[in-house]
């Protein structure tokens, strides 16, 4: 793996952002969480923190979320191959669902969900410091936000 570079931190002041986090794999998912809080909190942005059971649920609860008064929504979880092919179905429905409520709220619904091969994968980028899929994803869902406005006021 390369190393990662230091998130830009950009202001968040008076932003809204929704956190949902699934549970299952919660040794992975605890640490992509605290991740995604740090780099809202250097961002000053304001943030409500849900749970789901799994990945699976994801799409659901961001579509809520999305359709409410946040300004995006960040989605996280783990999904890690086993001997079944379970991984494949959960991994791509979630991921084609987040897609669709970010296209359909037409809000930003970042994409933090750890789809590898092998659990010290998943270890590595749900660990502190750079390289914190968390963090990236909220750092996605704040710069999308701040890119939309922009293009919305002209």
Not at 75 to 89: K, M, P, R, S, W
């Amino acid at each position: 793996m390369g190393e990662s570079q230091p998130l830009e931190v950009h202001d968040a002041a008076g932003l809204r952002f929704a956190v949902v986090r699934a549970r299952y794999n919660d040794h992975i998912t605890s640490g992509l969480l605290a991740g995604a809080e740090e780099y809202l909190q250097s961002a000053g942005a304001y943030y409500d923190v849900y749970e789901a059971p799994g990945a699976f649920e994801l799409p659901l609860i961001a579509a809520e979320l999305a359709a409410s008064t946040y300004d995006g929504v960040i989605a996280l979880g783990a999904v890690i191959n086993g001997d079944t092919d379970h991984y494949e179905h959960v991994a791509g429905r979630a991921s084609e669902g987040l897609m669709r409520v970010a296209l359909d709220a037409r809000k930003p619904v970042s994409f933090g969900i750890l789809t590898v091969q092998e659990e010290e994968h998943a270890v590595v980028r749900s660990a502190p410091g750079p390289g914190n899929r968390g963090a990236e994803a909220a750092a996605a869902a704040l710069e999308t936000v701040l890119i939309m406005r922009k293009i919305v006021t002209r």
